[in-house]
T-cell receptor, first 110, second 112 residues
Framework: GENVEQHPSTLSVQEGDSAVIKCTYS??????FPWYKQELGKRPQLIID?????GEKKDQRIAVTLNKTAKHFSLHITETQPEDSAVYFC?????????FGSGTQLTVLP | GAGVSQSPRYKVAKRGQDVALRCDPI?????LFWYQQALGQGPEFLTY????????KSGLPSDRFFAERPEGSVSTLKIQRTQQEDSAVYLC??????????FGAGTRLSVL
Protein backbone atom coordinates (compact mmCIF):
# COMPACT_ATOMS: atom_id res chain seq x y z
CA GLY A 1 0.00 0.00 0.00
CA GLU A 2 0.86 3.68 -0.09
CA ASN A 3 3.17 5.21 2.52
CA VAL A 4 3.33 9.01 2.91
CA GLU A 5 6.00 10.70 5.00
CA GLN A 6 5.83 14.36 5.97
CA HIS A 7 8.48 16.77 7.25
CA PRO A 8 8.96 18.74 9.38
CA SER A 9 6.61 17.83 12.20
CA THR A 10 6.76 21.38 13.58
CA LEU A 11 7.62 24.64 11.83
CA SER A 12 7.80 28.15 13.23
CA VAL A 13 8.17 31.18 10.95
CA GLN A 14 7.98 34.92 11.37
CA GLU A 15 4.93 36.65 9.95
CA GLY A 16 5.61 37.57 6.33
CA ASP A 17 8.16 34.79 5.80
CA SER A 18 7.59 31.71 3.64
CA ALA A 19 6.88 28.20 4.91
CA VAL A 20 7.66 24.95 3.08
CA ILE A 21 6.37 21.50 4.00
CA LYS A 22 7.60 18.40 2.19
CA CYS A 23 6.10 14.96 1.64
CA THR A 24 7.27 11.78 -0.03
CA TYR A 25 5.16 8.87 -1.24
CA SER A 26 5.92 5.29 -2.18
CA UNK A 27 3.27 4.10 -4.64
CA UNK A 28 3.94 5.19 -8.21
CA UNK A 29 0.27 4.50 -9.02
CA UNK A 30 -0.88 7.37 -6.78
CA UNK A 31 -2.30 10.16 -8.94
CA UNK A 32 -3.87 12.65 -6.52
CA PHE A 33 -2.17 14.74 -3.83
CA PRO A 34 -4.30 17.06 -1.67
CA TRP A 35 -3.24 19.28 1.22
CA TYR A 36 -5.52 19.84 4.18
CA LYS A 37 -5.42 22.46 6.94
CA GLN A 38 -6.80 21.46 10.34
CA GLU A 39 -7.28 23.89 13.18
CA LEU A 40 -7.56 22.55 16.71
CA GLY A 41 -10.82 20.65 17.17
CA LYS A 42 -12.01 21.44 13.64
CA ARG A 43 -12.50 19.43 10.48
CA PRO A 44 -9.70 19.07 7.91
CA GLN A 45 -10.24 21.60 5.11
CA LEU A 46 -8.81 21.24 1.62
CA ILE A 47 -6.53 24.14 0.75
CA ILE A 48 -5.01 22.96 -2.53
CA ASP A 49 -4.56 19.77 -4.51
CA UNK A 50 -2.51 18.56 -7.47
CA UNK A 51 -2.90 15.67 -9.87
CA UNK A 52 -0.14 13.58 -11.34
CA UNK A 53 -0.36 15.15 -14.79
CA UNK A 54 0.62 18.57 -13.41
CA GLY A 55 3.96 19.68 -11.94
CA GLU A 56 2.90 22.82 -10.14
CA LYS A 57 -0.26 24.60 -9.05
CA LYS A 58 -0.71 27.98 -7.40
CA ASP A 59 -3.61 29.66 -5.61
CA GLN A 60 -2.81 33.13 -4.29
CA ARG A 61 -0.26 32.67 -1.47
CA ILE A 62 -0.29 28.87 -1.66
CA ALA A 63 1.52 26.68 -4.18
CA VAL A 64 2.17 22.98 -4.50
CA THR A 65 4.85 21.24 -6.57
CA LEU A 66 5.01 17.59 -7.57
CA ASN A 67 8.03 15.59 -8.70
CA LYS A 68 6.76 12.21 -9.90
CA THR A 69 10.20 10.86 -10.64
CA ALA A 70 11.42 11.46 -7.12
CA LYS A 71 7.98 10.77 -5.62
CA HIS A 72 7.82 13.91 -3.57
CA PHE A 73 5.56 16.95 -3.35
CA SER A 74 5.74 20.16 -1.39
CA LEU A 75 3.50 22.91 -0.05
CA HIS A 76 4.71 26.50 -0.20
CA ILE A 77 3.01 29.30 1.70
CA THR A 78 4.27 32.81 1.04
CA GLU A 79 3.72 35.98 3.08
CA THR A 80 2.55 33.95 6.06
CA GLN A 81 -0.04 35.42 8.42
CA PRO A 82 -0.96 34.45 12.00
CA GLU A 83 -4.20 32.88 10.72
CA ASP A 84 -2.10 30.40 8.74
CA SER A 85 -1.18 28.78 12.08
CA ALA A 86 -2.64 25.24 12.08
CA VAL A 87 -1.73 21.62 11.40
CA TYR A 88 -1.20 20.84 7.72
CA PHE A 89 -1.58 17.33 6.30
CA CYS A 90 -0.43 16.08 2.93
CA UNK A 91 -2.04 13.02 1.39
CA UNK A 92 -1.46 10.78 -1.59
CA UNK A 93 -3.55 8.21 -3.39
CA UNK A 94 -6.53 8.03 -5.68
CA UNK A 95 -10.27 8.66 -5.76
CA UNK A 96 -10.83 5.50 -3.73
CA UNK A 97 -8.24 5.81 -0.98
CA UNK A 98 -5.99 8.50 0.45
CA UNK A 99 -3.03 7.96 2.75
CA PHE A 100 -2.24 10.94 4.97
CA GLY A 101 1.06 12.16 6.34
CA SER A 102 1.53 12.64 10.05
CA GLY A 103 1.06 16.41 9.91
CA THR A 104 3.06 19.61 10.36
CA GLN A 105 2.22 22.05 13.15
CA LEU A 106 2.84 25.48 11.59
CA THR A 107 3.14 28.44 13.93
CA VAL A 108 3.35 31.93 12.47
CA LEU A 109 4.87 34.32 14.98
CA PRO A 110 3.61 37.91 14.89
CA GLY B 1 -25.15 24.33 1.17
CA ALA B 2 -24.88 21.99 4.14
CA GLY B 3 -21.60 20.20 4.63
CA VAL B 4 -20.88 16.72 5.96
CA SER B 5 -22.62 16.26 9.28
CA GLN B 6 -21.54 13.78 11.96
CA SER B 7 -23.23 12.80 15.19
CA PRO B 8 -22.71 12.61 18.03
CA ARG B 9 -19.81 15.07 18.28
CA TYR B 10 -18.62 13.40 21.48
CA LYS B 11 -19.18 9.89 22.75
CA VAL B 12 -18.01 8.36 26.00
CA ALA B 13 -18.29 4.60 26.26
CA LYS B 14 -17.36 2.08 28.89
CA ARG B 15 -15.03 -0.63 27.72
CA GLY B 16 -17.07 -3.44 26.21
CA GLN B 17 -19.99 -1.27 25.10
CA ASP B 18 -21.13 -1.05 21.50
CA VAL B 19 -21.24 2.36 19.79
CA ALA B 20 -22.76 3.69 16.56
CA LEU B 21 -21.48 6.78 14.81
CA ARG B 22 -23.51 8.53 12.13
CA CYS B 23 -22.45 10.39 9.01
CA ASP B 24 -24.69 12.52 6.79
CA PRO B 25 -22.77 13.24 3.58
CA ILE B 26 -23.28 16.21 1.30
CA UNK B 27 -26.44 15.62 -0.70
CA UNK B 28 -25.76 13.83 -3.95
CA UNK B 29 -22.22 12.75 -3.05
CA UNK B 30 -21.67 9.25 -4.33
CA UNK B 31 -18.51 8.39 -2.42
CA LEU B 32 -18.23 8.20 1.36
CA PHE B 33 -15.15 7.50 3.46
CA TRP B 34 -14.49 6.79 7.13
CA TYR B 35 -11.19 7.65 8.80
CA GLN B 36 -9.76 7.20 12.29
CA GLN B 37 -7.59 10.03 13.62
CA ALA B 38 -5.52 9.40 16.72
CA LEU B 39 -4.29 12.37 18.74
CA GLY B 40 -1.47 14.17 16.94
CA GLN B 41 -1.70 11.96 13.85
CA GLY B 42 -3.12 12.17 10.37
CA PRO B 43 -6.42 10.53 9.44
CA GLU B 44 -6.12 6.81 8.72
CA PHE B 45 -8.39 5.24 6.11
CA LEU B 46 -10.96 2.75 7.39
CA THR B 47 -13.44 2.10 4.61
CA TYR B 48 -14.95 3.44 1.37
CA UNK B 49 -18.45 3.32 -0.11
CA UNK B 50 -19.65 4.08 -3.59
CA UNK B 51 -23.38 4.58 -3.21
CA UNK B 52 -24.51 1.64 -1.04
CA UNK B 53 -21.65 -0.64 -2.04
CA UNK B 54 -18.73 -1.00 0.35
CA UNK B 55 -15.88 -1.25 -2.14
CA UNK B 56 -12.95 -1.17 0.26
CA LYS B 57 -12.83 -2.12 3.93
CA SER B 58 -9.15 -2.87 4.10
CA GLY B 59 -8.52 -0.25 6.81
CA LEU B 60 -10.96 -1.61 9.39
CA PRO B 61 -8.69 -2.65 12.29
CA SER B 62 -10.67 -5.67 13.44
CA ASP B 63 -13.93 -7.52 12.97
CA ARG B 64 -15.35 -5.41 15.82
CA PHE B 65 -15.63 -2.55 13.30
CA PHE B 66 -18.53 -2.56 10.88
CA ALA B 67 -19.82 0.12 8.49
CA GLU B 68 -22.95 0.33 6.41
CA ARG B 69 -24.67 2.70 4.00
CA PRO B 70 -27.87 0.85 3.12
CA GLU B 71 -29.56 3.50 0.96
CA GLY B 72 -26.49 5.16 -0.46
CA SER B 73 -26.70 8.30 1.66
CA VAL B 74 -26.39 8.19 5.48
CA SER B 75 -23.70 5.89 6.81
CA THR B 76 -23.15 4.33 10.22
CA LEU B 77 -19.88 3.11 11.68
CA LYS B 78 -20.42 0.59 14.42
CA ILE B 79 -17.81 -0.54 16.90
CA GLN B 80 -18.62 -3.58 19.00
CA ARG B 81 -17.12 -4.36 22.41
CA THR B 82 -15.13 -1.12 22.47
CA GLN B 83 -11.56 -1.17 23.75
CA GLN B 84 -9.41 1.70 25.07
CA GLU B 85 -7.34 1.65 21.90
CA ASP B 86 -10.48 2.56 19.95
CA SER B 87 -10.38 6.05 21.51
CA ALA B 88 -9.88 8.50 18.64
CA VAL B 89 -11.70 10.98 16.44
CA TYR B 90 -13.69 9.26 13.70
CA LEU B 91 -13.96 11.38 10.58
CA CYS B 92 -16.34 10.96 7.68
CA UNK B 93 -15.74 12.47 4.25
CA UNK B 94 -17.82 12.54 1.08
CA UNK B 95 -16.91 13.15 -2.53
CA UNK B 96 -18.73 13.76 -5.77
CA UNK B 97 -16.11 14.18 -8.45
CA UNK B 98 -12.47 14.98 -9.09
CA UNK B 99 -11.37 13.08 -5.97
CA UNK B 100 -12.04 16.03 -3.66
CA UNK B 101 -13.06 14.82 -0.22
CA UNK B 102 -15.03 17.07 2.12
CA PHE B 103 -14.74 16.21 5.79
CA GLY B 104 -17.16 16.33 8.65
CA ALA B 105 -16.19 17.68 12.07
CA GLY B 106 -15.80 14.17 13.43
CA THR B 107 -16.95 12.19 16.46
CA ARG B 108 -14.54 12.10 19.39
CA LEU B 109 -14.83 8.67 21.01
CA SER B 110 -13.43 8.14 24.48
CA VAL B 111 -13.46 4.59 25.84
CA LEU B 112 -13.03 4.40 29.60
Amino acid sequence: GENVEQHPSTLSVQEGDSAVIKCTYSDSASNYFPWYKQELGKRPQLIIDIRSNVGEKKDQRIAVTLNKTAKHFSLHITETQPEDSAVYFCAGGSARQLTFGSGTQLTVLP
Amino acid sequence: GAGVSQSPRYKVAKRGQDVALRCDPISGHVSLFWYQQALGQGPEFLTYFQNEAQLDKSGLPSDRFFAERPEGSVSTLKIQRTQQEDSAVYLCASSLAKNIQYFGAGTRLSVL
